[in-house]
């Protein structure tokens, strides 16, 4: 497995590639991650991870100095994984310059959800993502990019992104991969104590008891979701977390759904000072 610390090192490695398969990661990979290198891999003719753990994604209270960084052990699973190529800039090498030329979502999907609780955190996504593109894919005719649905908002953001920039980029979405009792895999989990870990299973359950009961409302569900939002919200409350959302949207754009349209579910929630997303389609 090759390593490139640079833009200019990345190139070089690729050079032989006509279809790279793209991970764009954070680094502190667990099954997750791996499963999608394991996606990524028959998509292309040759499997780049990134590791970046990127400032311009992270609010000033957010834990961008403790997030974990574990170099070792990613590239100890990485190359197991059959990965070929592992992109892992010096900050300085990425953004040389203040990175004062940005990506702005689209504010009706970026400013929604995630973007309300965490203002910016699309504009640092989309801008790193599209500058990791740039740097694996430029001179490519075409290449592969496979993110988990676990984020799913920012799954939604990437391909509006793709397509409205015309990126010769086929952008894939793999399922969330979870524990035994159902918790979605994150490197946030790490974050819990003993405690909060078998308590952080309800946030799944309390999405999947909203979807069941937004199905279960059939041509009326407009008219009856603020009600079960409110009550799935108020369930999570009253067993001392701190929800910023709870929600059932349609998929593709997650606007307010209609009669008909096929749905996710999706919440974010504080346990302790542990902020976790999870989410379903229904
Ligand atoms: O999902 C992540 O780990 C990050 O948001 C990403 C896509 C690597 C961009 O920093």
Same mark, same amino acid.
């Given at each position: ?49 990134? %590791?970046?753990?990127?400032?311009? @994604?992270? #609010? ?14 990613? +590239? ?6 059959? +990965? ?7 900050e ?10 940005k ?13 309300? /609780?965490?203002?910016? /955190? ?14 694996? /894919? ?6 592969v ?18 397509? @409205? /920039? ?10 969330? +991969?979870?524990?035994?009792?159902g ?8 974050y ?22 937004? #199905? ?16 799935? %919200?108020?369930?999570?409350? @009253? ?6 959302? #709870? ?10 759904? @209609? ?22 389609? %229904?």
């Open positions: 497995m090759l390593i490139a610390r640079s833009i200019a090192e990345l190139r070089q490695h690729l050079a032989p590639s006509q279809r790279p398969a793209f991970v764009p990661t954070m680094g502190n990979l667990h099954a997750g991650h791996i499963k999608l290198i394991e996606r990524a891999r028959p998509q292309g003719d040759l499997t780049v991870a990134s %590791i970046f753990v990127n400032r311009l @994604q992270f #609010l000033p209270h957010e834990d961008f100095d403790s997030y974990p960084r574990t170099w070792e052990a990613d +590239c100890a699973k990485l190359e197991a994984a059959g +990965c070929d190529v592992v992109f892992a800039p010096r300085t090498d990425l953004y040389p310059q203040p990175q004062t030329v990506v702005q979502a689209d504010p009706s999907l970026g400013d929604i959800l995630e973007g309300e /609780f965490r203002p910016g /955190f699309f504009t640092g996504v989309s801008t790193v993502v599209m500058k990791l593109f740039s740097s694996v /894919f430029s001179g490519k005719a075409h290449g990019a496979v993110f988990g649905k676990k984020d799913y908002q920012q799954l939604m953001v990437i391909r509006q992104m793709v397509a @409205q /920039f015309a990126l010769p980029i086929e952008v894939i979405g793999v399922d969330t +991969c979870r524990a035994e009792d918790l979605a895999l994150s490197s946030r989990n790490g819990l104590s003993e405690r909060e870990r078998a308590e952080a299973l309800q946030l799944s359950l309390a999405l999947r008891a909203l979807g069941r009961d937004a #199905l279960a409302t059939a041509d009326a569900l407009a008219k009856h979701l603020p009600a079960l939002e409110a009550k799935a %919200i108020d369930n999570l409350r @009253q067993r001392g977390w701190q929800p910023d959302y #709870l929600t059932v949207r349609r998929r593709h754009d997650l606007q307010t759904p @209609q009669a008909g349209d096929a749905l996710v579910v999706l919440g974010a929630a504080k346990l302790g000072t542990t902020r976790l997303i999870d989410n379903f389609e %229904i």
